[in-house]
């Protein structure tokens, strides 16, 4: 192709800068390896628009490789709750690294590490892993990039109605609690006797009181469980709190089916053995006429009509959340109903 060696080189000197190795070596009939010798032998450089060319195409084919290999997960309504509930509590999204996506990640104390691998096990189909330390972790993966959107504000957690619309299960209610809850035996003195009475406590202290108000409506509204505003001299200065008997039982018995699951959590619905305990130790102080809070929960104040209603439709097969908008009640407040009228045998 070339008379001369200078020929062939003078030719690199003006098309070697701009052209890709591959091409060149194809029109010169010679190996990328002979070409890229020639050239550094001969000082003749790619140019600064071709690398970064170059680099940049290197960055789009990673990153559609990147992509490609993304996992796409749908989740179900318990992984969605969890996901919610522990956002709300201890987890936290970031990005980390050089990670594209966000990851969930979660601390907590070695005494609470088999609940951590229980969320683990529930998110097994997340691909949620724990480590040696007991922290727990997800990949990274657009869905919590997502999620990271939904709950962050400037790098702050935040509650706004949109993201309280993805804690709908009494199982993710159950994390928040678990996560920032707290069963406290309160203590009330009037002359020489001792009233032992639950209360709930949930340490939303991160949030305003504006968003804790949002998370209180949507705990009544969704779950029927009335819970107040509380200040207090930490954080942002709100809580919530439960200090009425039927409220504190009825919180309870919703999430009890999932906190039973995990033996180092459940002293944290254990009302009747925590207020056992607290009497005890009143006791070796020299304390007397120690009462405790019966454990029952007061009439729910259905009338005859609601219930023979409640019954009527249940029998023909009515979904519970229709049942529940025909009465005007909320949905976990009839699906509780539900069942105490199963335990009194008055449905099927």
């Known amino acids: ?19 890709k190795n591959e091409v ?42 990147y992509n490609k290999n993304l996992k796409s997960y749908i989740l179900s ?4 709750n969890i996901l919610a509930g522990s956002i709300l509590g201890d987890g ?21 590490l088999p609940y951590r691998l229980w969320k683990v096990q529930q998110l097994a189909g997340l691909d949620f892993k724990a480590d040696r330390s007991g922290n727990i972790s997800s990949p990274s993966n657009p869905l919590y990039t997502e999620l990271m959107h939904h709950f962050y504000q400037d790098g702050r957690k935040i509650i706004l109605p949109e993201n309280l619309q993805l804690l709908s299960h009494p199982i993710g209610l159950a994390c928040l609690y678990m996560d920032d809850g707290s069963l406290v035996i309160d203590i009330n003195r009037k002359k020489n006797r001792f009233y032992l009475f639950p209360r709930i406590y949930i340490y939303s202290l ?19 469980i009335p819970f ?80 023979d209603k409640i019954i009527q439709l ?14 005007r009640r909320s949905y976990w407040g009839i699906v509780d109903k539900i069942r105490r009228l199963r335990q009194e045998e008055l449905l099927e």
């Open 314 to 327: 249940k029998n023909q097969g009515i979904p519970d959340r229709i049942i529940a908008e025909q009465l």
């Open 228 to 307: 107040k505003l509380k200040k207090h001299p930490d954080g942002e200065g709100t809580m919530l709190e439960l200090n009425r008997r039927n409220e504190v039982l009825s919180f309870i018995q919703l999430i009890a089916p999932f906190v039973e699951q995990i033996p180092c959590m459940t002293y944290k619905i254990e009302a009747e053995k925590r207020m056992q305990s607290t009497k005890a130790r009143l006791e070796r102080d020299g304390r007397q006429n120690i009462i405790l809070s019966p454990l029952e929960i007061e009439c729910q104040n259905y009338s005859a009509s609601a219930v």
């Open 92 to 112: 936290s999204l970031a990005l980390y690294g050089r990670s594209k996506h966000a990851h969930y990640r979660e601390h907590g104390a070695p005494a609470q």
């Open 77 to 80: 309504q318990r992984e969605q």
């Open 1 to 19: 192709m070339f008379g001369s060696k200078e020929e062939l080189i003078q030719y690199l000197y003006v098309h070697y800068p701009e052209e």
């Open 206 to 224: 991160n949030f305003t009181r504006e968003e804790n108000q949002l998370l209180r409506d949507h705990l009544e509204n969704r779950f029927g």
């Open 24 to 65: 060149l070596a194809r029109q010169l009939g010679i190996s990328k390896t002979a070409l890229a010798t020639i050239a550094s032998r001969n000082n003749i450089k790619k140019s600064s628009s071709f690398l970064k060319k170059q680099h940049e195409e290197l960055m789009l084919a990673k990153l559609k490789k």
